[in-house]
C-alpha cells in the first residue's frame, strides 16, 4: 500500500488546483492525484470550444453567486476569499496571460485551453504532485488516522483525501456509502428540442434581446436567442435550462415557452406598426423589418401571421396587424426534449451542501475528507462560472490540504 499525505481523486479541473495549491503552499507534503483514465484535464480540453473559458469578469462577490442556480447563498462566502481576480492573477503569475471579452467571458490569450493544461502539468511537476493515470477508485474507507483507497491499479492511503470527480455517478455512490447525502443528479445546461415553422430552416439566426417564460412556471429570463438546427438555443435558454434544472425535469423536459422577440408590451408594438403602416406605406413587408430581427425570423414571424408576404405596409388589415402583434409579443412554442449544449455535461446534483462546510470544503460528517468541483450540489450557467466553481472551491480546500 502506497501513503501519501494528500491524495486526490480526479484529474480533472478542480483536482490539479487543489493539489497545486497544496504543493506550493507546503512543498513537503507528498500529493498524488488518482485518475480513473489514461488523460487528465480532458474536460478543460474540450471547454469554450477548445478555448477554455477560464471564468467570467463579474468581480462582485454577491453578485457572482446569483448566476448559480444550485450553491447561491453557500458560495457567497467563498468569493469573499477567492473569485474572478484572484482566479485570473492566478494564472498570469504563472506565465498564461488572460483576456476579457465583450460578453464578459475570459479566456487565455492564446485562444487555446492547452495553455492552461501545460500550465497545470508544469506546476505538477514542479512541485513534486505525482499524477497516476488508469487508477480508477474502487472503495475508500475511513480508517483509524488515514483514508484507505483501493483502486484498479493498486492500494493508497492518505491522511487527508480531496473527492474532485465532478458528476460521477460511482464516486458519488461511494459517497452515499459512506454516509453522505447525495441530491439526484439532472442535466443542467441544454438546449430546447422544437418542432415549428416558425423557426424551420433558419439555423444560425439570433434575436439578440428576447424575454422567455416558461408557461406554468415561474421560470423567466431575458438574452440572446439562437435558433438552431434543432430548436432554441443562446444564454436565454441557457439560463432557463439552468435554473429549471429540476422543475423542467420533473416536466420530462415537455413544456410551453412564450417569447416575447422584441422586449416590449402589445400596444407599444401596434403603435410601431401602425406608424410604419402610414409612414412606409408603399413598402413590402419582408423587405423592412422592424425591431433589429434578422430578416429571415421577420419574414417567418410574418408567414405565420397569415400575411402574404407579397403584401405592402398599407394593405394590412387590423386582423393581420394583431396577429403580427402576437407573434412579435408573445408567440408560444412547444419544447419536446433536450440536447446536449455544445461539450459541457454540467449536471445539478451531488454531495448535499447542508453536509460541506464553506469555509474549507470539508465534509462535516467527515474529518479530512474534502470535496471541490462538481461532486457537490453546485452549478452555474454558461460563461466560465463552473470552473470559476471550482477552482474557489479547491483553493480554499488546499488552505486546509496544506496544514
Not at 470550444?49 to 462582485?60: D, K, L
Not at 401602425?274 to 413587408?285: A, G, L, P, T, V
Not at 398599407?314 to 408560444?332: G, R
Request: aromatic share 10%.
Amino acid at each position: 500500500m502506497e501513503h501519501y499525505d494528500v491524495l486526490v481523486v480526479g484529474g480533472g479541473a478542480a483536482g490539479f488546483f487543489a493539489a497545486i495549491n497544496t504543493a506550493e503552499q507546503n512543498p513537503a507534503l507528498s500529493i498524488a492525484i488518482l485518475e480513473r483514465g489514461n488523460a487528465v484535464l480532458s474536460k478543460v480540453k474540450i471547454s469554450g470550444g477548445g478555448r477554455c473559458n477560464v471564468t467570467h469578469a463579474e468581480f462582485v462577490p454577491n453578485e457572482l453567486a446569483s448566476y448559480y442556480p444550485r450553491g447561491e447563498k453557500e458560495l457567497k462566502g467563498p468569493f469573499h476569499s477567492f473569485m474572478t481576480g484572484d482566479t485570473m492573477a492566478w494564472f498570469e503569475e504563472r506565465g498564461v496571460p488572460l483576456k476579457i471579452e465583450e460578453d464578459g467571458r475570459i479566456f487565455p490569450t492564446s485562444n487555446s485551453s492547452q495553455s492552461i493544461i501545460d500550465c497545470f502539468l508544469a506546476q505538477a511537476q514542479k512541485f513534486g504532485v505525482e499524477v497516476k493515470k488508469n487508477h480508477a477508485v474502487r472503495t475508500i474507507e475511513q480508517g483509524l488516522h488515514s483514508w484507505n483507497l483501493e483502486t484498479t491499479n493498486g492500494s493508497f492511503s492518505c491522511h487527508k483525501l480531496l473527492i474532485a470527480t465532478g458528476s460521477n455517478p460511482k464516486i458519488w455512490r461511494l459517497m452515499e456509502a459512506l454516509g453522505h447525502t447525495i441530491m439526484p443528479a439532472v442535466p443542467s445546461l441544454f438546449t430546447f428540442d422544437i418542432d415549428d415553422p416558425r423557426i424551420k430552416d433558419i439555423p444560425g439566426v439570433v434575436a439578440n434581446d428576447v424575454s422567455v417564460e416558461v408557461l406554468g412556471t415561474s421560470l423567466f429570463s431575458e438574452g440572446p436567442l439562437l435558433v438552431t438546427h434543432s430548436g432554441l438555443s443562446a444564454p436565454s435558454i441557457l439560463k432557463l435550462s439552468a435554473f429549471g434544472a429540476i422543475e423542467l425535469a420533473q416536466l420530462n423536459y415537455t413544456f410551453k415557452i412564450k417569447i416575447n422577440f422584441i422586449q416590449q408590451d402589445a400596444i407599444s408594438c401596434m403603435q410601431i406598426l401602425m406608424k410604419n403602416k402610414f409612414e412606409m406605406s408603399k413598402k413590402y413587408m419582408r423587405n423592412t423589418p422592424l425591431f433589429e430581427l434578422p430578416k429571415r425570423l421577420w419574414v417567418k414571424l410574418i408567414e405565420s401571421s397569415e400575411i402574404d408576404d407579397t403584401l405592402r405596409w398599407a394593405d394590412l388589415n387590423k386582423v393581420q396587424l394583431h396577429a403580427l402583434v402576437h407573434q412579435l409579443t408573445s408567440a408560444v412554442f412547444q419544447v419536446s426534449g433536450k440536447s446536449t449544449f455544445k461539450e459541457e455535461f454540467v449536471t445539478a446534483g451531488g454531495i448535499d451542501l447542508k453536509e460541506i462546510n464553506f469555509k474549507t470544503y470539508e465534509s462535516k460528517r467527515f474529518k479530512n475528507l474534502f470535496f471541490a468541483g462538481e461532486i457537490i450540489n453546485v452549478d452555474g450557467v454558461t460563461g466560465g462560472f463552473n470552473f470559476q466553481n471550482a477552482w474557489t472551491g479547491a483553493y480554499l480546500a488546499a488552505q486546509e490540504l496544506s496544514k
